[in-house]
């Protein structure tokens, strides 16, 4: 017969930092897709326009590097981006096999609208609960937290 494990999930302190963790993650999203939506965009939208703002553009590789939408689903946004005119796909000159991709003016007009708000939108419920030196330290602690999980 195995033997039950001896964790105590309110007592070990990574097990209760787990649930807190999570929920904080699904309330976070939660706000912040209401409020992308509410700005006339879907999360995926917005993730590869305030991920091509301020650059001379990317290429797909680089662009589904930086942004948390998968590569299945990159093409699709890109594709309806470029139906509203917010991207550009500029074939490379050094390598035919890449595309650039770029914000149109309409994209960058975007980008300098929607990236303010969504941030002015965020920044109070950080604040209301963390200090900016809380804030750093937390960075920190996910940041590391995050690459323990992505070792082998």
Known sequence: MAKKPTIEPGKDPFMKVLRPLVETYFVLMDK??????????????????????????????????????????LTGVLDRLAKKGMIVRVPSREDRRCTFIRLTPKGDARFREVFPAHINYMKPHFERALTAVEATKLHGLLLRLKNSFEKN
């Open 32 to 73: 912040g897709a209401a409020h992308i939506r509410s700005l006339g965009l879907t999360c995926s939208q917005f993730d590869v326009i305030v991920t091509l703002g301020d650059t001379g553009g990317m290429t797909c590789k680089e662009l589904s590097e930086q942004t948390l939408v998968t590569k299945g689903t």
